[in-house]
């Protein structure tokens, strides 16, 4: 499993949100950019993955912007990253059929591709953004 870019900018633009916005008071891309020294272009694409995800929520206008979508305390890593990322699995036979010329059930190494992957969701599941943005906080 790889985290790309994109899975980095979203946990940035989520914890950034839930620091820094409010449903009456919502924070810009350009300012989240300038606050986490990122690309504002690419965060415009990330934020429209969250969006549909129903993770944020955004407002047009001279006082526009975007807030999360619930409380930070609901959502969790693993939904973020899932937004934008897609299937995480670290190989991709935990989720698709594959033809790697090995039948599963013989497979020596898929149970221990399984065990890995539970326990990295049981991390992710088990973090919050609320957390992520307590921690920022203390920094």
């Given at each position: ?9 979203a ?94 059930e013989?497979?020596?190494t ?30």
């Open positions: 499993m790889k985290i790309s870019t994109k899975g980095t900018y946990l940035e633009i989520i914890v950034d949100l839930a620091m820094h916005s409010e449903p009456d008071r919502l924070a810009s891309l350009k300012d989240i950019a300038q606050r986490r020294q990122l690309s504002e272009k690419y965060l415009e694409r990330i934020a429209g993955m969250l969006k549909k995800a129903g993770l944020i929520s955004s407002t047009r206008g001279a006082y526009g912007g975007y807030c999360l979508a619930k409380e930070a305390g609901d959502i969790t890593v693993l939904e973020v990253l899932r937004a934008v990322e897609g299937n995480l699995a670290p190989v991709k036979c935990l989720v698709y059929s594959t033809d790697c010329g090995i039948e599963c013989k497979c020596p898929r149970g221990t591709w399984g065990e890995l992957w539970e326990r990295i969701k049981s991390v992710a599941e088990s973090v919050t953004v609320e957390e992520l943005a307590a921690r920022a906080g203390e920094k």
